[in-house]
């Protein structure tokens, strides 16, 4: 038997697209005679479709879509993740499902019992757990097929009692196929192979497991699909960050013709670079749009946002606006035109000080005997939100964020100033993370000129201000915030790793505090286990110091 793995990039609600694509691999599969082909957990209508799936007519236009794909599903069967309806008047109205597709029927429907409620995942909101197990038979072979599950701890969820393979092996199954909604980030493949390994040899059985790849908004999908043979030996793994399709021989109870693979994972900066390409590029081509904006200050943030948003969607389709103000250095200037030159992208400078002093005149009367101090500053970036922001109504560009996780996480940043934008593109990458990324970036050539590497960072809203005024060293800001946002730690373990007390509980009082900031910025790129947004819902008005 040939087993075909399809790694798709799918877009949520789009199942015109999603059908075609889907119905296109399986005649290409078909042609390079494979006996059934798998697609990945919910496929039809995109992962995760959250409340699209409370609406009857999104469930109705999954339903014609795998009426479709059965159609053209002749002469090779198909598995295929969708929503289906729960028949029962008991329990929630849906079950995540895998579709069994074979001679031109829906053979078999086997429904996720292990929903995920923990960071991103929400799907005990919409889907019924199923209670029932049992294998499909294709070409008189048994197949345990589950859904995501095999990536499971159930010592972690206590509300399982056990996972649906120990139920399947009773029927004693001669391959295992698990079809996934795995989402990037960058410690997770080493988990995910350690995960499909272990169970290829505790169930002592080949395993075929197929992810997505692709963006959805802040949610990155790196496919990574893999095959492990009966002993938990790696035997091979699909493209990352691509689609991919291949085909394996089964037969005998064995994978054939492929021998164990060491498993070398990517550098984690280099995975971080390819899974914020993908995300910029996937939230522009899904959402219907072509052209950023950006404000370039000639600091590191702007800088690698401006060169990746130059990979992803070519050159040619970013606009860096340059905003001097009274501040701001003249190597400053200079380093963004630098960059600008060596991207080639298109530029424009637009200075600020008029607009700023004209705020500053006008409220004079209200402020009169008040000194500098942080109004003054975040008037600087907003009138920088009002002119990226009247470049995006006026071109029809999207505004792109450039604030770094570590700023987002102590609230170093202005809302409606340098917080505005449509999407976040390093608001999951610590600052020390941010150099890294831009030495990756020039590992080959110098596009990111080194004078903006090398400088002490500076939002350049007073004069010789310099990050390191408000906050501490980055090297030791993200080792402590990493420990609280990551790892959950408390003030008291993070003090007992060698941390200052009096710093410990100042950051962690700062990060508390800029909640209500967060709740207002941009959905931000995933790239970490723990980002802000989705997987990290804390009350704004809440009050704990831990």
């Given at each position: 038997m040939k087993i075909a793995l399809a790694q798709l990039n799918y877009h949520i609600g789009n199942f015109e697209s999603n059908t075609q694509k889907i119905i296109q691999t399986i005649l290409k599969a078909k042609d390079q005679g494979a006996d059934l082909v798998v697609f990945a957990e919910l496929a039809v209508s995109g992962y995760p479709p959250r409340d699209f799936l409370e609406f009857t007519e999104f469930i109705e236009l999954c339903e014609a879509s795998v009426n479709k794909i059965t159609e053209a599903c002749s002469d090779i069967a198909c598995i295929i993740g969708t929503p289906t309806r729960n028949p029962r008047t008991e329990g929630k109205d849906l079950f995540n499902s895998a579709v069994f597709i074979t001679e031109g029927k829906v053979k078999a429907t086997v429904n996720k019992a292990l929903l995920p409620t923990y960071d991103v995942f929400d799907e005990y909101r919409y889907f019924e757990?199923?209670?029932?197990?049992?294998?499909?038979?294709?070409?008189?072979?048994?197949?345990?097929?589950?859904?995501?599950?095999?990536?499971?701890?159930?010592?972690?969820?206590?509300?399982?009692?056990?996972?649906?393979?120990?139920?399947?092996?009773?029927?004693?199954?001669?391959?295992?196929?698990?079809?996934?909604?795995?989402?990037?980030?960058?410690?997770?493949?080493?988990?995910?192979?350690?995960?499909?390994?272990?169970?290829?040899?505790?169930?002592?059985?080949?395993?075929?497991?197929?992810?997505?790849?692709?963006?959805?908004?802040?949610?990155?999908?790196?496919?990574?699909?893999?095959?492990?043979?009966?002993?938990?030996?790696?035997?091979?793994?699909?493209?990352?960050?691509?689609?991919?399709?291949?085909?394996?021989?089964?037969?005998?109870?064995?994978?054939?013709?492929?021998?164990?693979?060491?498993?070398?994972p990517l550098p984690d900066i280099e995975q971080?670079?390819?899974?914020?390409?993908?995300?910029?590029?996937?939230?522009?081509?899904?959402?219907?749009?072509?052209?950023?904006?950006?404000?370039l200050s000639g600091g590191i943030d702007s800088a690698v946002v401006c060169a990746l948003a130059a990979e992803a969607l070519g050159a040619e389709n970013v606009m860096a606006v340059l905003m001097p103000s009274k501040y701001s250095t003249d190597h400053s200037i200079q380093d963004a035109l630098d960059l600008v030159e060596n991207l080639g992208c298109q530029h424009h400078i637009v200075a600020i000080k008029e607009a700023a002093d004209a705020f500053e005149h006008m409220l004079e009367p209200a402020f009169k005997g008040l000194p500098f101090n942080v109004a003054e500053e975040n008037i600087q970036a907003r009138c920088r939100a009002i002119v990226v922001m009247a470049f995006s109504n006026k071109f029809g560009y999207i505004l792109l964020n450039t604030s770094n996780k570590s700023e987002c996480a102590v609230g170093y940043g202005t809302l409606y100033g340098d917080m505005a934008g449509a999407i976040s593109v390093l608001g999951d990458v610590y600052k020390t993370q941010v150099y890294q990324l831009a030495n990756y970036i020039n590992r080959e050539r110098e596009i990111i000129p080194q004078n903006t590497i090398v400088k002490p960072p500076s939002a350049e809203l007073r004069p010789g201000q310099k990050d390191s005024d408000s906050l501490p060293d980055y090297d030791v800001l993200d080792s402590l915030l990493y420990q609280y946002v990551e790892l959950k730690k408390s003030s008291r373990d993070i003090i007992a790793k060698g941390f200052d007390e009096e710093l410990v509980r100042k950051v962690i009082k700062m990060v508390n505090k800029a909640e209500f900031k967060r709740y207002q910025t941009p959905p931000i790129l995933r790239v970490s286990p723990k980002a802000f947004g989705m997987g990290r819902r804390m009350p704004i008005v809440g009050k704990y110091l831990s």
């Open positions: 757990p199923s209670a029932e197990f049992g294998c499909i038979e294709l070409n008189g072979k048994k197949i345990a097929l589950t859904i995501c599950e095999d990536l499971w701890n159930i010592n972690d969820n206590p509300l399982y009692i056990t996972a649906p393979m120990d139920q399947l092996i009773a029927e004693g199954p001669d391959i295992m196929i698990n079809i996934a909604a795995s989402p990037f980030a960058y410690n997770h493949d080493d988990n995910r192979v350690k995960v499909l390994s272990d169970n290829s040899k505790k169930y002592k059985l080949p395993l075929l497991y197929v992810n997505h790849v692709g963006a959805q908004t802040e949610i990155i999908f790196d496919g990574g699909s893999f095959v492990f043979n009966e002993k938990g030996e790696m035997l091979d793994q699909l493209k990352y960050f691509e689609e991919d399709l291949r085909i394996y021989e089964f037969n005998d109870g064995k994978i054939q013709g492929l021998e164990p693979l060491p498993y070398s971080i670079h390819q899974g914020l390409l993908l995300g910029i590029k996937d939230y522009f081509t899904k959402s219907g749009f072509s052209k950023a904006v950006l404000g």
